[in-house]
């Protein structure tokens, strides 16, 4: 379309019948509709019909050159923020998934040992007076406490929320302790009572 309007410019500039008898050139036209041209450019628009339609013709290519460069700006702009932008909100998803998630078995074997009571390889004073674990909610388990020999000490109920209370205190010793949740078992996990 640029090109059409182009050319329909140079042919009315070309055959504009006062042009040398006081008509602008079309250069000055051109200059005129861009706010560049003097009184007498100004006042030929005005007076001769064929210049202003030039003139008409050169604001139409100024305007879709503009629309043009503004639509290309607005093609690939977007593009390069959506992409971005995408790139973003995955990231962002996947972070908020893992962190709302609650662990299971394989996280708390694989590192989450903060989350255990007694933790592995600690020295107790006295007797743990509960088990903690980190656990799926609302799954049900059961905590057994052995010696290193096998020998059990100790089993829970079936408890729910990752929490057993022990009802008798254990004698000193080394222990270890398992939790056994459906499909899942986690442990076992040392503990010496001094």
């Not at 998803?93 to 998630?101: D, E, F, P, Q």
Request: proline share 6%; glycine share 10%; hydrophobic share 40%.
């Amino acid at each position: 379309m640029n090109d059409v309007l182009a050319t329909a410019f140079q042919q009315h500039a070309s055959a504009c019948p006062r042009e040398g008898k006081g008509c602008p050139s079309a250069e000055a036209i051109a200059a005129a509709t861009r706010g560049a041209g003097d009184a007498d450019t100004l006042a030929a628009l005005s007076n001769c019909t064929r210049c202003a339609a030039i003139a008409q013709i050169e604001l139409g290519l100024q305007t879709q050159g503009s629309t043009h460069a503004k639509m290309d700006g607005r093609r690939r702009f977007p593009r390069h923020w959506a992409l971005a932008a995408s790139v973003l909100l995955a990231l962002g998803a996947g972070t908020i998934v893992t962190l709302l998630r609650p662990p299971g078995a394989d996280e708390v074997l694989r590192g989450g040992a903060g989350a255990l009571y007694p933790d592995i390889g600690s020295e107790l004073a006295s007797s743990p007076s509960e088990f903690r674990w980190t656990i799926a909610a609302g799954a049900i388990c059961r905590v057994d406490v052995r010696r290193p020999t096998g020998e059990r000490v100790w089993r829970s109920d079936g408890v729910r929320g990752g929490r057993a209370t022990v009802d008798s205190p254990l004698p000193s010793g080394d222990y270890l302790w398992t939790v056994s949740c459906a499909a899942d078992e986690l442990g076992p996990f040392h503990f010496r009572v001094k």
